[in-house]
């Protein structure tokens, strides 16, 4: 089946430190991938949505100059936290589905990232 | 607004018994509806997915009932088993593979 593999897992950073989370279709290719944000006993949230070769889209209350998306290929999705501060710490998930075809959403592992 | 609302935080259900999880839903445009399972630390896993031409869906175990009148779907589980144990997510999208909109997740535990 369909994988998304997520990289970090975890990561742990400085506040006002850069933090890049990398996100990869493993056996197909993506023309779009989400990126959500899970703080602790809640939803997921949507925070924008990444296409491959043109600019990111983002949810509304999502800081686009902070979290920034870079999607350069049709496998691969970045998110960039930047200037990282204690309140982005919570856990940031990718997803992604085929681009031909009827398929759901899969999702990467997820990274917990924790800025002290 | 949340357009998809799951009311039970947590759900305790005995082993071999059947597990229902309800979601409701506000948007009628909403056309695609999926289950995710998830725990602690980890991604979402797939579960299962119904088109809203379509009332019921079975894989399994597994059974997704729509009511698109109601704007109210069900996750069956039967019968459960400890390994079920987890959050239950369900979503909504418009269309096959677009953004999802999640609910607030339940809370499942199958004891033994």
């Known amino acids: 089946g369909a994988v998304v593999s997520q990289h970090p897992s975890r990561v742990i950073c400085k506040s006002g430190t850069s933090v890049k989370i990398e996100c990869r279709s493993l056996?197909?290719?993506?023309?779009?991938m989400f990126w959500y944000r899970q703080f602790p006993k809640q939803s997921l949230m949507l925070m924008a949505t990444?296409?491959?070769?043109?600019?990111?889209?983002?949810e509304q209350g999502v800081e686009k100059d902070k979290f920034l998306i870079n999607h350069a290929s049709l496998t691969l999705s970045t998110l960039t936290v930047t200037s990282a501060h204690p309140e982005d710490s919570s856990f940031y998930i990718c997803?992604?589905?085929?681009?031909?075809?009827?398929?759901?959403?899969?999702f990467g592992n997820g990274t917990r990232l924790t800025v002290t | 607004d949340q357009q998809v609302k799951q009311n039970s935080p947590s759900l305790s259900v005995q082993e071999g018994r059947i597990s229902i999880l309800n979601c409701d839903y506000t948007?009628?445009?909403?056309?695609?509806f999926l289950w995710y399972k998830k725990y602690p630390a980890e991604g979402p896993t797939f579960l299962i997915s119904?088109?809203?031409?379509?009332d019921k869906n079975e894989d399994g175990r597994f059974t997704v009932f729509l009511n698109k009148s109601a704007k109210h779907l069900s996750l069956h589980i039967v019968p459960s088993q400890p390994g079920d144990s987890a959050v239950y997510f369900c979503?909504?999208?418009?269309?096959?593979?677009?953004?999802?909109?999640f609910g607030a997740g339940t809370i499942l535990r199958v004891k033994s």
């Open positions: 997803s992604a589905s085929m681009s031909t075809g009827n398929s759901p959403l899969h």
């Open positions: 056996d197909f290719q993506a023309t779009t």
């Open positions: 990444s296409n491959e070769g043109s600019k990111a889209t983002y």
């Open positions: 948007n009628s445009m909403f056309d695609y």
């Open positions: 119904i088109s809203s031409i379509k």
């Open positions: 979503a909504a999208s418009l269309g096959y593979g677009n953004k999802l909109v």
